[in-house]
């Protein structure tokens, strides 16, 4: 069955310190990449995605994500987290042309301290 | 402003009740779909819906059903609640070749 995997639960780092989610997932075919953010109260918001193409994407408030396929991940990162980037992190994948199920990882809870 | 509704916010209710938790979405969007999420754990998808009298159930099974008369209109009901039906639920819709999922802010639900 296809999954998701994210490595870390809870991640606590202080302001200016760099950040690595790490996100797997298993299936064998073409698919599409998402990271979505959860801030406290609010609903998901898409933080990057890739389709094709240049495997480093970039998404909004300085987050990047690099796709491997030979590793069948697509981490996170930002080189420096802000307190304001405490969230919720969401990996996602649908396989490329499904009926657009989003599969989801547990989710990754951020916390920054200033 | 294009967005995804979901009433209510949060609901607390007793068992054997019936409920609908309403979602709608303003941009006209074909697919829609329904996912269930328990504190700290991922979102199972439990319904979704390419189109109108379209509605398929999801990868988590649910007790709920969904209904999908209008576009704009993905309305979730549990006839009977229970307590095991305790989480939150989140509506998201997306265009048919689009990338963009947009996503509605949740109906927290508890059931006691």
């Known amino acids: 069955a296809q999954s998701v995997s994210q490595h870390n639960h809870h991640v606590i780092l202080s302001e200016a310190a760099s950040l690595e989610l790490g996100c797997n997932y298993s299936?064998?075919?073409?698919?599409?990449l998402f990271w979505y953010v959860q801030y406290p109260g609010q609903h998901l918001q898409l933080l990057l995605k890739y389709f094709s193409g240049d495997p480093l994407v970039k998404g909004i408030k300085g987050f990047e994500a690099e796709f491997i396929k030979s590793k069948f991940s697509f981490n996170l990162r930002k080189p420096s987290v802000q307190w304001s980037d405490t969230a919720e992190y969401f990996c996602a994948v649908t396989p490329s042309g499904n009926t657009g199920k989003l599969i989801f990882g547990q989710g990754t809870t951020l916390q920054v301290k200033p | 402003e294009a967005d995804i509704y979901q009433t209510p916010r949060y609901l607390v209710i007793g068992t054997g009740k019936k409920i609908t938790l309403e979602c709608s979405q303003t941009m006209g969007h074909d697919k829609m779909y329904w996912y269930q999420q328990d504190p700290g754990m991922e979102l199972h998808l439990i319904h979704y819906s390419y189109g109108v009298n379209s509605t398929e159930k999801g990868d988590l099974s649910s007790e709920s059903t969904v209904s999908r008369i209008r576009t704009e209109h993905f309305p979730l009901t549990l006839e009977s609640a229970r307590p095991s039906h305790t989480s939150q639920y989140l509506c998201a819709s997306r265009v048919t070749g689009g990338d963009g999922y947009t996503f509605g802010s949740g109906t927290r639900l508890t059931v006691v």
């Open positions: 299936y064998g075919g073409t698919v599409n």
